[in-house]
């Protein structure tokens, strides 16, 4: 009975009730509603089909199959790890909203239609905000707002792609928009005009390059536990959706490269660290966009390997930052240093997440990157791989070294703290349990992915040759710090896109209304001239002495009559 | 995983210090024995690789002269020499390649960075000024 329900509406609809279980057993209630849903879906028939029919229309509101199991599953780990995570928190508010985003993004990703896709899609933006709300300050109720705004315009724009490419086609259904097979490739230029919408949509939401600003933005505005819900939810969800409907389209090769670049020059020098793990996160969606660009079997299981295991480090990213956020109350490395003395468990776990996204061997980032790689290798796509191992490097610098060494090592800030609570050390103990049992035993993973495959991440040269990369990298740093060449941390704040909406557009519109204020007033003056010069000419010519005042003789008008009449006489014979 | 603790010098005078942070240089080795056990291990696997390529050939070369029953056997032992090809590009094979790959792309990424800080670097307040 239970599977004829989209997965996650035990979550939604539970979120509802969970006010009235009082501040300190919503958080719980938060954790059992995930539970709860992970065994639902576990135990639903393993790949399945439901329709509704709503309005005439049939609407195929659960679609389990081999994408939507694998993200699906994920989404369930991240909302119990984010749930353990949060336990502390005596925030109803922030524990509805968790659970509502996270039930609407697991449902998302099982929604065979786009208009079941996009009610979850928006429930997914209207539900995530309040996780940047709840922090309170100013800064975040504005950054919030930028966020919901952008996230609902892509909403819209989901919804008005999908109503065109039913009125051309007929169809709702959510697949290929090219219409291609794994290992087909087609250009930007087969899309039609609705499918185009839906790609900016899921552009927007996957923080596409100059898309991508509002994930800087608000992730870092977050609460402390709000961040780790909303790193592993909204982009992931349009990585799903991107792979479901446009895997092969070759220009996603170059968009996805352009994100694996830019966001490691931003992360060098950005100060707060969550801000940091965000351009992180944009940069970790460039390879599954690359992957889902190559579309081939190996690319796109590359792709969901890799959101899986990334969706596990990069909360557990977050979470290390989080809990140095809720003893510190503050991640700007300025301000941090030191703290592996006093958080040393901490310290251990963000290392794990540090070396698992930096791919190193025996952690879960190795196994899913190096087929993403091998995918552009067996493509003979030589560019793209070496964009990639630059990525890599780049991974390395600003989450595998910066991260870890300006929290809890480098200069002591002599800050001594509390570790942890104990219920974000436990998940974070679990991510990272995740992290390293994925990256030693990665067989499970590997039979869960959309294609079979008979990929061996563990050969003898992969392995060197990741270390080589890696521990050079990590030589680099070292003696850039030796030799006082590494940027200094200043506090600061960097421009990005978000100048465009938050500085360029306000002074544009202000010069505008200036430009239009200047003209009108010009416009009231010349027109004032002009009033002032009639009625200067009324007074001249009307007044006592004015030619029309004056009294005129009886022998002139007589002769004007005269005048008239004979004029009148003529036009009559005429 | 080493390199986490570099150029500390040890807190303020009341602070204790740590293990780490007294054995710095300690650290620092372990990541030079690493990083050259890392080349080494380069030269130890290139013949491994050699033999692992003649076996793939051997498996091609009898897949040739075998029966149809053996063929799918042989198709799955050729899918498994094919993924055990260490390079999909040549440059791969070059001694060191990925270790100056990493310290160069690593510097690059930290040299431009500390470039672009030159144009989109501002005040803290910024935005709320």
Redesign the interface.
């Known amino acids: 009975m239970i599977h004829n329900f989209p997965p996650g509406l035990i979550m939604v609809l539970g979120a509802l009730l969970l006010p009235f279980l009082g501040q300190r057993l919503s958080a719980w209630g938060a954790l059992v509603l995930s539970s709860l849903s992970l065994v639902a879906f576990w135990t639903s028939p393993e790949f399945h089909a439901v329709t509704l029919n709503l309005f005439g229309q049939d609407l195929n509101i659960v679609r389990i199959d081999r994408w939507s199991w694998i993200f699906g599953l994920v989404f369930h780990l991240a909302a119990i790890t984010a749930s353990i995570y949060a336990l502390h928190v005596k925030d109803t508010k922030q524990h509805v909203a968790g659970m509502i985003y996270a039930g609407s993004a697991i449902a998302a990703c099982c929604a065979g239609d786009l208009i079941t896709l996009f009610v979850c899609w928006e429930l997914t933006a209207v539900s995530s905000v309040f996780l940047i709300w709840a922090n309170g300050t100013e800064?975040a109720y504005r950054s919030g707002m930028r966020y919901l705004i952008i996230q609902v315009t892509s909403g819209v724009l989901l919804l008005s792609g999908a109503i065109i490419h039913y009125q051309q086609t007929g169809s709702l259904v959510f697949e290929n928009f090219l219409g291609l097979e794994p290992g087909q490739r087609g250009a930007i230029g087969d899309l039609e005009f609705g499918p185009l919408l839906i790609l900016i949509a899921f552009g927007i939401k996957g923080a596409f390059p100059l898309l991508h600003n509002w994930l800087q933005d608000s992730y870092p505005n977050g609460t402390a536990t709000g961040t780790v819900f909303l790193s592993a939810f909204t982009t992931k969800l349009a990585i799903y959706s991107l792979a479901r409907g446009f895997a092969g389209l070759e220009e996603l090769i170059w968009i996805g490269c352009a994100m694996t670049l830019f966001p490691?020059?931003?992360?060098?020098?950005e100060n707060d660290l969550r801000r940091v793990l965000a351009y992180s996160l944009n940069n970790q969606l460039g390879f599954m966009v690359v992957g889902i660009g190559i579309g081939t079997e190996l690319a796109l299981n590359g792709t969901a390997a890799h959101a899986f295991c990334h969706i596990i480090y990069k909360s557990l990213l977050f979470m290390s930052m989080g809990a140095v956020l809720h003893r510190v109350g503050t991640t700007k490395a300025t301000e941090l240093g030191?703290l592996?003395?006093s958080m040393p468990f901490t310290t251990v776990f963000c290392?794990i997440g540090?070396?698992a996204i930096a791919g190193?061997p025996l952690l879960s980032g190795f196994v899913s990157k190096s087929m993403i790689l091998?995918a552009a290798?067996?493509e003979?796509m030589?560019a793209v791989?070496i964009i990639l191992?630059?990525a890599s490097?780049?991974v390395?610098?600003h989450s595998g070294?910066k991260i870890?060494?300006f929290a809890?090592?480098?200069?002591?800030s002599?800050k001594?703290v509390k570790e942890a609570p104990w219920n974000m050390l436990t998940a974070m103990a679990i991510a990272s349990f995740c992290c390293i049992a994925i990256g030693v035993y990665y067989q499970p993973l590997y039979d869960m992915l959309p294609f079979e495959t008979?990929?061996?991440p563990y050969?003898?040269?992969?392995v060197?040759?990741?270390?080589?990369?890696?521990?050079?990298?990590?030589?680099?740093?070292?003696?850039?710090?030796?030799a006082n060449?590494?940027?200094a941390e200043?506090?600061?704040?960097?421009?990005?896109t978000d100048w465009v909406y938050?500085?360029l557009l306000p002074r544009l519109i202000a010069h505008l209304g200036k430009l239009i204020q200047l003209i009108d007033s010009l416009f009231r003056l010349a027109c004032l001239a002009m009033i002032k010069r009639f009625l200067n000419w009324l007074a001249k010519s009307c007044g006592a002495r004015g030619w029309l005042g004056s009294t005129w003789s009886t022998s002139s008008m007589a002769f004007w009559a005269a005048v008239l009449l004979g004029v009148f006489l003529i036009l009559y014979y005429l | 995983?080493?390199?986490?603790?570099?150029?500390?010098?040890?807190?303020?005078s009341n602070?204790?210090t740590?293990w780490?942070?007294r054995n710095v240089n300690v650290v620092?080795a372990g990541?030079?024995i690493?990083?050259i056990g890392?080349?080494i291990?380069?030269f130890w696997?290139a013949p491994?690789?050699a033999e692992k390529q003649v076996e793939a050939s051997h498996v091609e070369a009898s897949h040739d002269e075998g029966s149809h029953d053996e063929t799918s056997h042989d198709e799955h032992m050729h899918?498994?020499a094919s993924?055990?090809h260490?390079?999909?590009?040549a440059i791969?094979e070059v001694f060191?390649f990925?270790?100056?790959?990493?310290?160069?792309?690593?510097?690059?990424?930290?040299?431009?960075?500390?470039g672009?800080?030159l144009?989109?670097?501002?005040?803290?307040?910024?935005?709320?000024s």
């Open positions: 800064t490691i020059v931003f992360a060098v020098i030191g592996h003395k290392m540090g070396g190193f091998s290798g067996h003979q030589f791989w191992l630059i490097a780049g390395m610098e070294i870890p060494f809890f090592f480098a200069h002591d002599g001594r008979h990929y061996e050969t003898a040269a992969h060197i040759m990741q270390f080589q990369l890696l521990l050079f990298a990590a030589l680099a740093f070292v003696f850039l710090m030796k060449l590494y940027p200043i506090r600061s704040t960097n421009l990005d938050r500085r | 995983m080493k390199p986490k603790n570099n150029n500390s010098k040890g807190g303020d602070n204790e740590s780490l942070e620092i990541l030079v690493a990083c890392s080349l291990a380069q696997w491994l690789f899918d498994e993924h055990l260490p390079a999909e590009f791969e060191g990925e270790a100056m790959f990493g310290f160069v792309a690593f510097v690059a990424v930290v040299f431009l960075g500390t672009l800080r144009i989109i670097m501002r005040d803290e307040d910024y935005y709320d």
